[in-house]
């Protein structure tokens, strides 16, 4: 007997259960099966030991299973309730498989990303299987329908998948997309280890938490923002009440800070404007706003960090550190009007530091922390810069360093003066060890073009 001709025993059986179950029965049957499909462990563990009973009682066991799933059972588990061939990926079950961020389900085609690189695999999902598989992810999220094009579904364990059908593929060309978070460690020492940082970067980060900055997290797609995000919020002193705003439920923090009082909100667009007010209102030491695209939550973590909040992290896709206040500025007048060179003021009064990240070229799958950018704004000239104080040099696979602290920084440390001291130490050897020769400090024209074109009017 093939392994096909056992998945459908198996179905026809647990079809024949369901069908003679009661109302009250179908009801509580149907809810396990959302959370088995979802991955919550009890119901998993509940429907595998079920099909194997049923395997067992129909004397199935002597089907052959394909060699991407470590048993009979949990091959047919996930063919009826699971990801089908995405399953090994999905939870970890080879070593490569652990080390890949991402797959896509093209057609009947799967690819994952290994070392870098969109890899083919033996195991193909079908039409049938791939309709059933998306009606079964769709259960649990009651808000969509099953006849949108697009899709977004998390699973228990944080893997998110994006789903595109109907008019938005070609026919029998659907997609799906997994990500999922590698970094299995949420500390600095990990990020070393996988050359995402250097080792006394480490330690100058851990000085920045500890004084409070507000940071923002840049880079483009892929790049571990988000990751190092988390690494960073982690760190932070558990004790502290927080507040994590995001356009979706990507980052599970009950599970990354489960001591920590952190409130979770997921909100967007006109729900995010909402219930601003009264966000703003809240008790809270710090903000996390993941994934800033647009107005509102560039208005939001704007207004946050004007009533002197501290300790603050956002995440936003961008390549251009230099001109993001612009951009910030720009949306926030061009949606709720303004004065751009007052909005401009304020974001680089604000946030402190913008830590840049990237993947390398010759292999995506590692990530690198790209530049550090300060951002300052000198009072008394009404002059905000941008400062350079670390590059990532990818020939000599190396990070080069300046060292800056600009006073608005120093007032900030006023309350924490071991540390700051203990920063300024750090940067300042990290310089003299591998120092940026060229200038790193960037004196924004869109600011005030009319006095950066006369440094002498402008006092620089």
């Known amino acids: 007997m093939s392994f096909e001709d056992v998945c459908q025993n198996v179905e026809a059986e647990l079809e024949i259960r369901w069908k003679s179950a009661e109302e009250t029965e179908r009801m509580l049957r149907l809810e396990k099966e959302k959370k088995a499909i979802m991955g919550y462990d009890e119901e998993v563990k509940e429907y595998r030991q079920l099909i194997g009973q049923i395997i067992r009682d129909k004397e199935l066991g002597d089907a052959e299973c394909p060699p991407w799933y470590r048993t009979l059972e949990e091959g047919v588990f996930n063919e009826i309730y699971g990801l089908a061939g995405l399953a090994p990926w999905a939870y970890d079950e080879t070593e490569k498989y652990r080390k890949s961020s991402s797959a896509k389900l093209i057609g009947d085609r799967l690819y994952c990303l290994i070392d870098g690189v969109a890899e083919l695999q033996p195991q193909t999902i079908g039409i049938r299987r791939r309709q059933q598989l998306k009606r079964a992810l769709l259960m649990a999220t009651p808000r969509e329908r099953l006849e ?57 980060f851990k000085t920045m938490i500890e004084i409070g900055f507000n940071v923002l997290f840049a880079g483009p797609v892929r790049s571990g ?40 909100l997921v909100a967007d667009g006109r729900d995010l404007e909402n219930i601003t007010k009264s966000l703003l209102r809240g008790d809270n030491d710090y ?19 004007s009533t002197g909040t501290h300790r603050s992290k956002a995440t936003v896709h961008t390549s251009d550190p230099v ?10 007048c061009e949606r709720y009007g303004g004065n751009l060179h007052g909005v401009i003021q304020q974001i680089f009064s604000g946030f402190g530091y913008v830590l840049e990240l990237c993947s390398r070229e010759d ?11 300060e951002y300052c704004y000198d009072s008394a000239k009404d002059i905000p810069s941008v400062h350079q104080l670390c590059r990532y040099d990818a020939a000599a696979d190396k990070w080069l360093w300046k060292y800056h602290m600009g006073e608005d920084k120093k007032r900030i440390g006023e309350l924490s003066p071991e540390a700051l001291k203990r920063m300024e130490e750090i940067m300042i050897r990290l310089e003299k060890r591998n ?26």
């Open 435 to 460: 120092p940026i020769m060229e200038n790193t400090v960037v004196y924004p024209r869109y600011y005030r073009p009319q006095l950066l074109d006369n440094p002498e009017r402008a006092g620089l």
């Open 148 to 204: 949108d094009g697009f899709h977004e579904v998390y699973l228990r364990n944080g893997i998110r998948i994006t789903i595109y059908s109907g008019e938005r593929t070609k026919e029998g060309q659907d997609v799906m997309v997994f990500r999922k978070y590698i970094v299995e460690k949420k500390d600095f020492e990990e990020l070393v280890r996988l050359g995402t940082i250097e080792a006394d970067a480490a330690e100058l």
């Open 225 to 264: 923002k988000t990751t190092f995000m988390q690494v960073w919020q982690c760190s932070e002193k558990t004790a502290l009440e927080g507040l994590a705003i995001s356009t979706d439920p990507e980052t599970p923090w009950h599970f990354l800070m489960p001591d920590t009082p952190l409130m979770q």
């Open 363 to 373: 292999d995506p799958s590692e990530k690198r922390l790209k530049a550090l950018w």
């Open 287 to 305: 903000v996390l706003l993941e994934e800033m695209r647009d107005a509102p939550a560039f208005r939001l973590a704007l207004d946050i960090i």
């Open 323 to 332: 001109n993001l206040p612009f951009r910030m500025a720009s949306r926030i």
